[in-house]
């Protein structure tokens, strides 16, 4: 009886509404009112992804616009899974910059330097899939929040690229998780243009490093900025927002990074490297490019030390703690030392192997680990 009822309810219905043409059409108005909205909405997206990912929609394959339609009907509200073990750290309260100090605040860039070469696509991949883990930013995090975010993700390559090095990057950043790619504002890909002659460990890291400090690669308003190599692993989520924030303090600095924090021999260390190497603040660290300070000091005083005592080509990491050996540099380092920051948020263990896991617990305040082979 009672879907007898149902039934002659609705026919009831049906029967008022096609009685009266003027309330049908209205009713059928706003539906598809209705449903164009919901399309356009769902074509813009799309549109926005052709762009963010491969540039423009006339560049883009059959197979990759298919992708790209099951990436929006499929994962579009994907949630990304938190490892248990990894709880929920507090925001570090900060001090907040005061406007008008002249300092642009944020970070606004995360640089990954790449050079094709086997080991280091390894090494890049296995990061990028920790990403997929440990997600960049999360919903209601600050300040980046999927789809809220002023940061750009920059794959810095170390020649010319050719077609194929280009689809191959596009590839590693698409294969990302949706949420993932949404705490970027956008995705872009350089080329520092460096011969063949400048393709080695040293000559090749700093001539890539300062393809940024001089402006030569074009960054789009760069302000602080973080220089991850393709073997740093994020250990916890949200690890753009931890370094974000640390950039936002009214306290202004040019580096900050991590010093030696592994457990190799360390006489070994010296005898190959030098004693500067133990107090060097790694190159994987934030730095200051909003402003000429920083710059400044490494062209105009810096290299030109290098350049008196024949360590031009040394690693640029290393330059620094160089500089700080020579007694007669102790004067000028008294006025600009409070520049240059160690932090938690970033671990150099260049050369360990290491547990995600079991580093997260034992230190709760760092994000980002550099060296070795996580497991």
């Known amino acids: 009886m009672h879907k007898i009822y149902n039934i002659q309810y609705t026919q009831r219905t049906h029967s008022r509404l096609v009685s009266n043409p003027i309330m049908y059409g209205r009713i059928t108005r706003y539906v598809l009112f209705g449903l164009c909205i919901w399309m356009g909405y769902k074509i813009s997206i799309f549109v926005q992804l052709v762009r963010h990912n491969y540039g423009s929609p006339q560049a883009v394959s059959t197979a990759k616009l298919v992708t790209l339609l099951k990436t929006l009907t499929l994962t579009e509200t994907a949630t990304v899974t938190v490892p ?10 900060v001090t907040l910059a005061s406007p008008g100090n002249g300092h642009n605040h944020g970070l606004s860039h995360i640089v990954i330097p790449v050079a094709f070469k086997p080991s280091q696509l390894i090494k890049l991949e296995r990061s990028l899939k920790w990403w997929d883990v440990h997600p960049p930013c999360l919903d209601g995090s ?45 995705m872009e890909i350089r080329s520092a243009d460096l011969d063949d002659a400048s393709d080695n460990h040293n000559k090749g890291s700093r001539a890539m490093f300062e393809s940024i400090t001089s402006g030569n690669i074009g960054l789009k308003s760069p302000r602080y900025v973080f220089w991850m190599e393709p073997d740093a692993v994020p250990i916890r989520p949200d690890w753009l927002n931890a370094l974000d924030r640390t950039c936002r303090t009214d306290e202004k600095f ?120 996580p497991q």
């Open 84 to 93: 248990s073990y990894i709880t929920s750290t507090a925001y570090s309260t």
């Open 142 to 186: 600050w300040p980046n929040r999927p789809g809220e975010t002023n940061t750009t993700l920059t794959f810095l390559c170390y020649g010319r690229l050719t077609a194929g090095q280009r689809t191959k990057l596009q590839d590693l950043y698409w294969s990302l998780n949706w949420q993932v790619r949404r705490c970027f504002q956008e």
């Open 254 to 373: 040019w580096v900050k990074g991590s010093t030696l924090r592994h457990d190799l021999n360390r006489q070994v260390l010296v005898q190959r490297y030098g004693q500067s190497f133990l107090y060097h603040i790694n190159g994987n660290a934030i730095y200051n490019m909003a402003a000429d300070e920083y710059p400044a000091f490494y062209y105009n005083t810096l290299l030109p030390y290098l350049d008196t005592i024949g360590k031009r080509h040394s690693h640029f990491d290393t330059s620094l703690a160089i500089y700080l050996q020579d007694i007669e540099n102790v004067d000028h380092w008294r006025h600009i030392g409070h520049h240059f920051q160690y932090t938690e948020l970033i671990q150099n263990r260049w050369g360990e192997n290491y547990s995600v896991h079991e580093r997260a617990i034992k230190y709760p305040n760092t994000y980002i680990i550099h060296g070795g082979v």
